[in-house]
């Protein structure tokens, strides 16, 4: 170790680097368990991942789908398909069978591999040849479903020996499409050497402060694109990556106490259950060792996090972004309380707020966030017309997530709206229109409009307005039954808590449902805050 420049990120940078220098260090501990695997032992799991994916016939370009959960497995399976050149698409553990073979079909899969532990895994694996035909392998990992071949047993009779191509590949995170179905965010892949540490790397450091050996939790799913990111990153780090499958707000505590993190990635709503701890219990655990406390996916509100950082100290970095990586911007603690609500300043990529027509606004006035990042390439796979939307109009280049936002006289950007009314409850995107497409095929519906409402826990919640068809049946009977309905048809999150019925929606002079006018009442009084 004495040879290494730990201060240089790119002195290692790669898991199979640090696996010859550390291979005793757990690489990966999982809190539900305590299961650990080391640097040494990730690293051979990954080559037999990578042996087996070659063995079936992939090549660089190929997907592969995981419906897996926070696990050492998944990890794996990552790191796996990342040396092998491949396409990781990773589905949400929760995804219902319809909701997850969707993703597999419209990614191509070649090969699947499913979590028995997920809720609705058996249910897919059970009609899988009829619903995923084009799929030429299909495992069960962390457990046995019925007709399918074990994971684990599969990789145990393959070589521990790197891949003689490796090729560098990428995940491909799935987002919303413009017909409310999923849409896989596509990044050319990396033309980069395997072994050299990745260009993406040294932009984690610089963004997001992270630093060679740095022992850090993941508590949010590695579905997401930040949670997969910081997992890979603090791999190829030389980190211990201290694994969530679940969160609760004392384990949190608990676990900071015992493994001595150095830093962590969180979603907004962790914060809220943690400060809502009694004091007693708060002040049980050692927190000290936290040096880095990374926050995205949702806004937080400003009491929380200024509460947060009275407890945990000025250790907080709020990061605005996405899959698409078209640019972001990031706010430290002491810049917070001086902008508090602010999601801060553009980190990568110059911004721009426009109106609808891509004309600059004046500061202070919302509109439309642009990235100006000429090296952000991707397309949103299979859809053309989202691709092309992520344009501005006047053709410079720039690219927006959708989000609305303003910025003050030194720059600060503050979010105004989001994403074509995209719910985010708990740090996880919900997009109201697929719920909208289940319940208006009920024969008592009339017409329907879903969007998120303010809750003090999640941040948001999933609520629905309804004009019956008949309005003498509104009430509870009818609001639970068209409940469960959507359950039948979507996965729990996607539904919602709650319905209210109106006798008519207002709508505009076009006839269109005022959805924003319906929301905004909902809203009244509360404001979006990073």
């Known amino acids: 170790m004495s040879e290494i420049d730990l201060k240089d990120p790119m002195a290692v940078g790669t898991l199979t680097g640090w696996a010859k220098i550390q ?28 042996q087996l994916f070659r063995k079936s016939g992939l090549k660089r370009g190929d997907t592969v789908v995981t419906l897996v959960g926070n696990s050492i497995e998944f990890l794996e399976i990552n790191n796996g398909a990342q040396r092998s050149g491949l396409y990781l698409v990773p589905i949400a553990s929760r995804l219902n069978a319809e909701e997850a073979a969707y993703i597999i079909n419209d990614c191509e899969a070649r090969i699947a591999i499913i979590d028995a532990t997920t809720k609705h895994g058996a249910d897919l694996a059970a009609d899988f040849a009829a619903m995923c035909p084009d799929v030429e392998q299909v495992f069960a990992v962390r457990g046995d479903i019925a007709g399918l071949k074990r994971w684990e047993e599969a990789i145990a009779t393959m070589s521990a020996e790197m ?53 850090f939790i993941i508590s949010a799913p590695m579905y997401h694109s930040g949670a997969n990111s910081f997992a890979m990153t603090i791999l190829a780090l030389g980190g211990t990556v201290i694994l969530f499958e679940k969160f609760d707000p004392e384990k949190m505590l608990q676990v900071i106490d015992r493994y001595k993190p150095n830093g962590g990635q969180f979603v907004p709503t962790m914060f ?51 899959a698409e990586n078209v640019g972001g911007c990031q706010i430290t603690s002491e810049e917070w309380l001086k902008k508090p ?34 090296e952000a390439q991707f397309e949103y796979l299979g859809d053309d017309e989202k691709t092309k939307s992520s344009f501005d109009p006047k053709a410079r280049g720039w690219r927006t997530y959708g989000d609305i936002g303003r910025v003050d006289e030194d720059g600060y950007l503050y979010l105004t709206d989001r994403r074509s009314f995209m719910i985010v409850a708990g740090g996880v995107n919900i997009y109201p229109q697929e719920a909208e497409n289940a319940l208006i095929l009920h024969p008592k519906v009339s017409d329907v409009v879903v969007f998120g409402v303010p809750d003090p826990d999640m941040g948001e919640q999933v609520k629905a307005v309804v ?32 319905i209210d019925f109106q006798e008519q929606l207002p709508r505009d002079d076009n006839g269109k449902i005022s959805k924003k006018a319906l929301k905004d009442s909902y809203w009244q009084g509360r404001t979006v805050s990073g």
């Open 341 to 374: 609500g602010s999601v801060g300043k553009a980190s990568h990529g110059s911004l721009h707020i426009c109106d609808e027509e891509g004309n600059e606004l004046p500061v202070g006035e919302a509109g439309l966030i642009y990235f100006e990042r000429p």
């Open 272 to 322: 809220t259950r943690m400060v809502k701890l009694p004091k007693e219990v708060r002040d049980k655990y050692d927190v000290s060792s936290m040096e880095l406390a990374l926050h995205s996916a949702a806004p937080c509100p400003v009491e929380v996090k200024r509460e947060m950082i009275e407890w945990w100290g000025p250790i907080f970095l709020d990061i605005y972004g996405g």
């Open 467 to 498: 004009q019956p068809a008949d309005w003498s049946t509104a009430g509870p009977e009818l609001e639970a039954e068209l409940i469960d309905y959507c359950k039948s048809k979507l996965a729990t999150l996607k539904c919602p808590k709650t």
């Open 163 to 215: 891949i003689a191509d490796p090729a560098v590949g990428v995940p491909m995170i799935y987002s919303s499409g413009t017909t409310g179905k999923p849409k896989g965010v596509k990044h050319p892949l990396p033309e980069t050497p395997y072994g050299q540490p990745s260009q993406h790397l040294p932009l984690m450091v610089g963004w997001y402060g992270m630093r060679p050996q740095m022992d």
């Open 23 to 50: 291979p005793d260090k757990p690489a990966v501990i999982t809190v539900s368990d305590e299961s650990t695997i080391t640097f040494g032992e990730l690293e051979n799991q990954a080559n037999r991942a990578a």
